[in-house]
């Protein structure tokens, strides 16, 4: 997705980035393919975004899994909602948080949800000039001559970047987490510090418990991923001589 036409790049206002994790049916890796880390895919977003994208402001889970960046496009320049440099936007977010956390924004009526803002709003009055003092410096920071000649091209865009872990680490960390245990080798231990952190939690079918999704797809799914062998078969498709079918992020296990 380019810099240029991010509304029109994408259904929905968020350009949505996840890398492959190594796990499920192992005949679909087959191709040759490397590991790509998160501050590599994300260099490539702020590539193609044309600016930096400071994904520190609002955090969701650990950042070596889930990377976020919301803001707006004013033409062809993308601008953050709040500046992480800014100790006055850092401030709006956490008066946001402290006055609107338990409101619910999405899947709400908009009368509802107006309603919801405006009793908030009449219980703390200084939400209003906190949100008008941050509007006029955002207005600032695009410039009122670029509002002026891009006003009907103002977008909402967010950028998002999700990794799931490979099941050859996920398995034996969430082991060693079931009995209590802290993993000794460095690679475990940081797939356990990134479960622990872990808001994209699912309850499993069969009791109810919120697991991790990685815990999910690497631990705990392979009997449903047995049966969607024979329910979903891997189709050999012949690729032209010469030509590739694409990378993947990592590199191929030794056989």
Not at 39 to 50: F, K, L, N, S
Not at 167 to 193: H, K, N, S
């Amino acid at each position: 997705m380019g810099p240029d036409e991010p509304g029109r790049s994408c259904l929905s206002p968020t350009g949505a980035f996840q890398p492959a994790a190594f796990l499920g049916d192992e005949r679909r890796w087959k191709e040759k393919f490397r590991e790509a880390t998160p501050d590599a895919v994300w260099a490539e977003i702020e590539r193609g975004a044309g600016t930096w994208l400071d994904y520190r402001v609002f955090e969701n889970g650990d950042v070596r899994c889930n990377r976020t960046a919301y803001g707006f496009y004013v033409g062809s320049r993308w601008y953050p909602f709040l500046d992480g440099n800014d100790p006055r936007d850092l401030a709006v977010r956490d008066a946001f948080f402290r006055s609107f956390g338990k409101v619910t924004f999405t899947g709400t009526p908009p009368a509802l949800l107006a309603a919801r803002v405006l009793r908030v709003v009449a219980r703390h009055p200084s939400t209003a000039v906190t949100a008008l003092r941050w509007l006029a410096r955002t207005a600032r920071r695009v410039g009122p001559l670029r509002l002026a000649s891009h006003r009907k091209r103002v977008r909402p865009v967010t950028f998002v970047m999700h990794q799931f872990m490979d099941a050859d680490v996920v398995a034996p960390a969430w082991e060693l987490m079931q009995r209590g245990e802290e993993a000794a080798e460095p690679r475990l231990r940081e797939t356990q510090e990134r479960l622990a952190a872990c808001h994209y939690a699912m309850a499993h079918p069969e009791d109810g418990t919120l697991v991790p999704a990685c815990v999910q797809h690497a631990v705990l799914d392979p009997a449903e991923n047995a049966a969607l062998r024979t329910l979903l078969p891997i189709v050999e498709v012949r690729t032209p001589a010469g030509s590739s079918s694409g990378t993947s992020p990592k590199k191929p296990r030794e056989k």
